[in-house]
């Protein structure tokens, strides 16, 4: 408990946890004012049915989530907390305060466990914040632009909402594992930040290729197109590390289909099951956890 | 006339001690080996460093010293040897056996964006459990108190330095290892350092180890001292007995007289060199490798002889004893007998029997 005390003691004093918590709010707030522009009062961009003659919008629960988890878990949140968790752990080794603790006889496992779990409670309440300010947002431009809102606590509400914080949660949870890994294995904060960053990016980019190709091939054998455009899969790149995480999100209530990544995939490829999604996604995270462990085991202190 | 050469090691000392570390020894190593790829920084280490003394751990850069203590704080695993923490046996897994120890390795690290008092907070989480009022205990011993609430990053690198020291000190280890401890700071820290440093020894009987390239400084400080070159120890022991037998006197004489003086003065000193310098403006003087305080018998043999000092320096310091054992810079009679001998300036006593 002493090791977990101080690493939120660390994580409350430093700069760089205000600042990351900061520019995620910040850019919600940008995301969700750029859609009200564009909503002009007909859309349905905020998630919502559409109701009535006129084809008037309204917002409701649990349909608004698919925006707010892509924010706040999938795309910007996901970033954010691979970013944090790689500057948060590497840093012992770039101000050199891993050898005054291992000097002092503290185990490695203990210490790096105590550090990940610091890492963990700093995202959940960020995770939570960012999630409920995304719902505030929702409201605000929502009643900006004229258009109603539903309660989000009517009917199962509520569990729909814990369900989609939760989830929303593991998923940040294990992106950070892997920024946190990374930032281990390479000894250094910036060189965790940017590799666990360019993996994030780097398989969007790879699922998106092969989600194309995917649907080429499918094309190509003379899919049944004729009752409109058909789901594939789900394939193997979707239980890839990051791309997994969006899969958890897709069964997330009120979100449609893998959407919530952002990326193509939704549009061709059937989500995978989160009796599939969601132990997969936790292996990850125990599997990072564990390779950090092993790794600092291992490694000599200089 | 015999020119100024190093004066090798006794060849005993290059080969490995076989005797079992005792429970008198704080630490004890034996045969430790550590590489780096190819690279070969400790060859068998042999050092012993008795409980409740301080012990200066001396060598150029580059020699293995700070090696050798990120060995002793589980921080590097050895390639082959064995080290020994007050008498049992210490491995890269007993961890538990560094609680009785603390440390400051090279550089003090911190927090830069926690305050002194918050840096010992959280380092005070790990290893032992450590009482919170030992913070400003510790902070009190190194002259912190007042700065204790800034953030690091406006510290100096000496206010640095006795944060770093008041680090090691927190969990109230029996065994301090400190590698250039006084590394930025001014006079004043210095001293206090030196206090500090002393009572712990002194009033509370626990064990130093300090590397540090002020050589002048471990001799104030040091009971017992360990030489290392080329990550192997090349010569330990009580400081006072190192100085004794390394001791010498400078004696000027008439240029005429130096072949009449070199009779008496060899008399002294049969198997240790004389050396002699006979020309240029240093011409004259003789270094004696004799004990300083048998000044004032040489001064009375070379009078009986009919020849009248010009000049007596009795002394030795560590620093020219260094210089001989590691042939560094400066290495005493580098050059020809025409070379002037060092000037020996009479150092501090040393400090009390080992």
């Known amino acids: 408990m002493r090791l977990i005390r101080a690493e939120l003691l660390k994580a409350r004093r430093r700069t760089m946890t205000w600042v990351l918590l900061v520019v995620a709010l910040v850019l919600t707030g940008v995301i969700y004012l750029l859609i009200g522009r564009a909503i002009g009062g007909v859309s349905c961009a905020l998630g919502g049915v559409l109701r009535g003659d006129q084809g008037t919008c309204i917002v409701e629960f649990p349909a608004a989530y698919g925006l707010i988890d892509q924010f706040a878990f999938s795309t910007l949140g996901g970033l954010l907390a691979i970013v944090f968790a790689a500057a948060f752990v590497g840093a012992d080794w770039n101000w050199g305060v891993l050898r005054n603790v291992i ?16 890492v963990a409670i700093v995202l959940a309440i960020g995770a939570a914040l960012i999630f409920f300010f995304a719902l505030l947002m929702t409201y605000i431009t929502a009643f900006a632009n004229g258009v109603p809102v539903a309660s989000p606590l009517r009917g199962n509400g509520l569990t729909d909402m814990l369900a989609n914080l939760l989830l929303g949660y593991l998923v ?131 | 006339m015999d020119t100024l050469t190093p004066t090798p090691a006794p060849a005993d000392h290059f080969l490995p001690r076989t005797d079992a570390p005792s429970a008198d020894l704080a630490v004890a190593t034996r045969g430790l080996m550590k590489r780096y790829g190819r690279q070969v920084a400790l060859t068998g280490l042999d050092m012993s460093v008795p409980t409740g003394k301080v012990y200066g751990f001396l060598g150029p850069n580059g020699s293995g010293k700070t090696t050798a203590l990120r060995l002793l704080t589980g921080l590097l695993r050895p390639n082959a040897g064995t080290i020994s923490l007050f008498g049992t046996p210490y491995t890269w897994h007993d961890r538990t056996r560094l609680f009785r120890v603390g440390s400051l390795i090279e550089t003090p690290s911190f927090y830069p964006y926690l305050s002194g008092a918050e840096n010992l907070d959280v380092l005070s989480a790990s290893g032992p459990p450590t009482d919170k009022r030992r913070i400003d205990q510790v902070l009190e011993y190194v002259g912190m108190s007042g700065r204790a609430k800034s953030p690091i990053q406006t510290y100096s690198l000496g206010m640095k330095q006795r944060l770093g020291i008041a680090a090691a000190m927190l969990s109230d280890p029996d065994l301090l290892l400190l590698d250039e401890p006084a590394n930025g700071l001014d006079p004043g820290g210095m001293v206090a350092m030196r206090e500090t440093l002393r009572y712990f020894t002194g009033e509370l009987g626990k064990t130093v180890v300090i590397s540090s390239h002020l050589l002048h400084e471990v001799e104030m400080l040091a009971d017992v001292v360990g030489i290392i070159d080329h990550g192997r120890l090349i010569r330990e022991g009580p400081l006072h007995e190192l100085l004794e037998a390394a001791g010498r006197v400078r004696v000027r004489v008439a240029p005429e007289d130096m072949t009449k003086a070199a009779g008496v003065l060899r008399e002294f000193a049969p198997d240790r060199p004389l050396y002699g310098v006979d020309s240029g403006d240093q011409a004259g003087w003789f270094t004696v490798g004799v004990a300083p305080a048998r000044a004032a018998e040489i001064n009375r043999a070379l009078a009986g002889a009919g020849i009248y000092a010009a000049g007596l320096e009795p002394g030795s310091d560590l620093e020219s004893i260094f210089l001989e054992l590691t042939g560094r810079t400066g290495v005493v009679g580098a050059t020809a007998a025409a070379a002037p001998a060092p000037s020996v300036e009479p150092g501090p006593p040393p400090m009390g029997p080992a």
């Open chain 1, 103 to 118: 000097a002092r006889g503290e185990s490695r496992a203990r210490y790096l466990l105590g550090k990940a779990a610091g």
């Open chain 1, 172 to 302: 940040v949870l294990e992106r950070a594992a892997l920024g946190f890994a990374v930032a281990v294995l390479l000894r250094s904060q910036l060189a965790g930040a940017v590799v666990g960053i360019v993996l994030y990016l780097g398989e969007g980019i790879v699922t998106t290729f092969l989600t194309l190709t995917a649907f080429g091939r499918m094309f190509g054998r003379g899919g049944d197109f004729g009752s409109g455009l058909q789901l594939i899969g789900p394939e193997w790149f979707q239980y890839l590390p990051m791309t997994v995480g969006n899969q958890v999100l897709s069964s997330a209530p009120g979100v449609s289909g893998n959407l919530a990544s952002g990326g193509i995939e939704g549009l061709f490829l059937k989500p995978v099951p989160l009796e599939q999604a969601l132990p997969a996604l936790l292996i990850y995270l125990f599997v990072a956890v564990i390779a950090s462990v092993v790794a600092l085991n291992r490694q000599e202190v200089i």
